[in-house]
């Protein structure tokens, strides 16, 4: 089993920063892929982005590429999630997902269904 807990969530103004931090618990190595999803109120969960545990490669929606960067650090178990030039279509609880099994195709860690781990959530409120 994994654990994930996200923070860093709040309330900031329109092209403001912010970065969540999501910290894995319990058989963090066993992972391969960790993602960022968000969901607004009303809306459907999307993908935002998702990263290989062990490899450089990361993924990214195309709504938040060059606004959002995702890194890792392994040896604290941690992936975040930098967050600059917020807009107010950013508002959601964004949720850390982690996925145990690999996945060769990049197209697989942007499914919510290819992860098994999911945490709870932390709100994002972008002011206008």
């Known amino acids: 089993q994994v654990q994930l807990v996200e923070s860093g969530g709040g309330l900031v103004q329109t092209g403001g920063s912010l970065r969540l931090s999501c910290v894995a618990s319990?058989?963090?190595?066993?992972?391969?892929?960790m993602g960022w999803f968000r969901q607004a109120p009303g809306k459907e969960r999307d993908f935002v982005a998702a990263?290989?545990?062990?490899?450089?490669?990361?993924y990214y929606a195309d709504s938040v590429k060059g606004r959002f960067t995702i890194s890792g650090d392994n040896g604290r178990n941690t992936v975040y999630l930098q967050m600059n030039s917020l807009k107010p279509e950013d508002t959601a609880v964004y949720y850390c997902?982690?996925?145990?099994?690999?996945?060769?195709?990049?197209?697989?860690?942007?499914?919510?269904?290819?992860?098994?781990?999911w945490g709870q959530g932390a709100q994002v409120t972008v002011s206008s």
């Open positions: 997902a982690a996925d145990s099994r690999y996945r060769s195709a990049g197209y697989f860690l942007t499914l919510g269904e290819s992860y098994n781990y």
């Open positions: 990263i290989r545990r062990n490899g450089p490669s990361t």
């Open positions: 319990g058989r963090a190595s066993s992972t391969y892929s």
